[in-house]
Structures are given as structure tokens and as C-alpha cells.
């Protein structure tokens, strides 16, 4: 695969010119305020370097899920805002996605000017599955930037995604790989073609299937495959036990029983768990066996004798990935779990294992429990896209921007 990255452009040039910049800003807002930065935070090396060598730097993010119509309450501009204290610079923020607004102010940019467009899921042409639909934003994005442009994907979050501002228009610009995703891009390559071993992984959150097919194409690849969260329930039910009214999956039974049959040395589950009376940050808690789940009550972590099974299994490994919480982190009462299995992860870090939290929830989990990001080798800003890398899919957002495949 051949990529050009940020440092290419920056050799050929940029003053002067515009810069259409793809970014995950697709940041938690609880009532309009920001409660985790970090993609943010993640994204400004990039926009920043661009800036500082003069271009004028249109950025494109997405909020939440507006299906395809403005929505007051998922308008980019805290992000705006935020993006200005972390640049120590004024974002513009233009009024619209494509419009009148964003196209006044793309004519009234001046070198090192940033201007945020607004949530670009406004648009419905940005998902749209028709092609000449999707064509049609892209070519109006690439309007703003003019001629002379160029397009920076560096929305690893998104690459997974064929929509106009991640694939349509890195077919229309000169086009690069930014700061994040080139670094995703190796990170997870190490993952899936060098990795040293013991290989664990530790995988949570609530959904079996939502995990399935990683489950499926890294079990007969690791030493060790942890699971825990939501969706170790249905893993115990499969193993015949009762899980009270945990989180279960009944339809993944059956999958899960062939899982653990094929994978018996691998697969590790909780073998001791937190239990509650309601799903609540004050509900009545307990430490169970799993199998003495009671019935009427539901696990929400992973007890500590499964963190002690669990860390001894992980401070061993070489190369370690993890992706999902333990339990329901953001109740004081069900953080023990995800924390035990962090701090773990990070004591194989210290012993020079390479080791990669594979975003979403459990960065969300790292930066709203205290632990040092600098514990980890790398925290990724990109979960599904993460997910679906070491799944072996094709990442179009990745894959667009090789310039062999095209001949070029």
C-alpha cells in the first residue's frame, strides 16, 4: 500500500492553500457540555501543523446521529469552542454544512485560518448509500478548498465508513494520510502481522454480536482472549449457568456454547461477579460466584477474584488489546472491575508490553477513571473502525487513499 501522509504535504507545500481536513470530533456531550475531550485533544496535532505552516484549514466532523437533518442539540459548536482553546486559536464555525455560510466563509479564510463546518451527518448526502449522491457533497466540499487543494483523512473513527467526507472526496483531492490515522494504521498492523507473544485480548461491553465476528477471527490467532462486561452473561448462560436478569443475549446462546467448545483454552470468563438489585448508581451490590447469580438480580462488573485470575493471565502477555469495559464504569460502585483490568494491562505496559486500548468506551474508561494515558502504548481513537481492522474487513477510508492501487 502506498499512502502519502501529513509530512508529504507539508513537504510539497500548503501556504496559501486550502486543506479540507476530515477529523473524529464526535465527542460525549451531557447537556450540551463536553465530558470527554479526547478525541479533540487527539485531533489538534494535525489541524495544528497545517496551520502553523500557513494553509487554510477547513475541518469536517460529525456529532452523534442526526439522520441526515439539522439538530440544535448536535451542532459542533462546543466543539468549536473547545477546538479553539486546544488550537489557542478562533475556529470559525460556519453556519451550515455546504452552504452559503460555509462557502462566505471558505472565500473569507485567510493562511493559518480554521473554519469548523457544521455537523456534516446535516446533510443526508453524507451517508447516503447512492454513490452519485455522496459524489455530489464531495464535490461541494471540495468546492470550498478550490483547485489547489488538497484532503487529509485523519478521522480514524470513520474510516470504516464509506461516506462522502471519508472516501467521496479523497477521489477528488490530492489526499493524505493525517497524524492519527497513519499512526492507527501501524498500531494495528503490528497487531495483526508482528505481534509478540503471549497475545491476550480483552474484549467487553454489552453485545455478543456487536463483538462476534472480532471473537471469531482473533481466537484461533491469541493465547488469551478475556471477556467480560454485558456480554459475559451470555457466555454463562451458555455454559448452562443462571444470570439472574443480567444482560443476555438468548439467540447467542447456541454460538457461544461453539465458541467455548472450540476455544476452551482460550476463551477466559469471570468466574466471580458484581451483582444489583436495579441498574443504578446507589443500588444494593453484592460479590457472587457466578454461578449463584439470584434471580431478580443483575451483574453490572466483574468481581475481584476474576481481576486477580484475569491480571495474572494479562502482566504475562507480550502484546495486549483491549476493547470494551468490564462492567458499569461510570458507577463508582460496578469501576472496580474495569479499573483492576486497566491497571493490569498498564503493569504489562511497564514490562515492555505492547499494549493498545482500542477506543470508544474503554479510552472513555481509562480517562474518567484517573489512569495515565502513558500507561498504555497507544490509545486509540477509533473503536468500530479498530474493531473491524483485526476483523481482516476493508477500511474504504484507508484503502481510498492508497495512490498504487489507483496507478498513481
Known sequence: MTVKTLADLLAEGVEGRGVLVRS???VPLDNGVITDPGRIIASVPTIRALVEAGARVIVTAHLGRPEGAPDPALSLAPVAARLSEELGRNVQLAGDVVGQDALARSEGLTDGDVLLLENIRFDPR?????????????????????????????????????????YDVAKLLPHYAGTLVAAEAEVLAKLTETTDRPYAVVLGGSKVSDKLAVIEALAPKVDTLVIGGGMCFTFLAAEGLSVGSSLLQEEMIDTCKRLLDRYADVIHLPRDIVVADSFSADAQAKVVPAHEIPDGWMGLDIGPESVDRFAVLLTQARTLFWNGPMGVFEFEKFAAGTRGVAEAIAAATDKGAFTVVGGGDSAAAVRALGLPEDGFSHISTGGGASLEYLEGKELPGISVLD??????
Do not use: I
Open 403 to 408: 495512490d498504487a492501487a489507483e496507478g498513481v
Open 126 to 166: 453524507e451517508t447516503s448509500k447512492d454513490d452519485s449522491e455522496r459524489a455530489k457533497l464531495a464535490a461541494a466540499l471540495v468546492d470550498l478548498v478550490g483547485d489547489d487543494g488538497a484532503f487529509v483523512s485523519d478521522g480514524f473513527g470513520v474510516v470504516h465508513r464509506k461516506q462522502a467526507s471519508v
Open 24 to 26: 473524529d470530533l464526535n
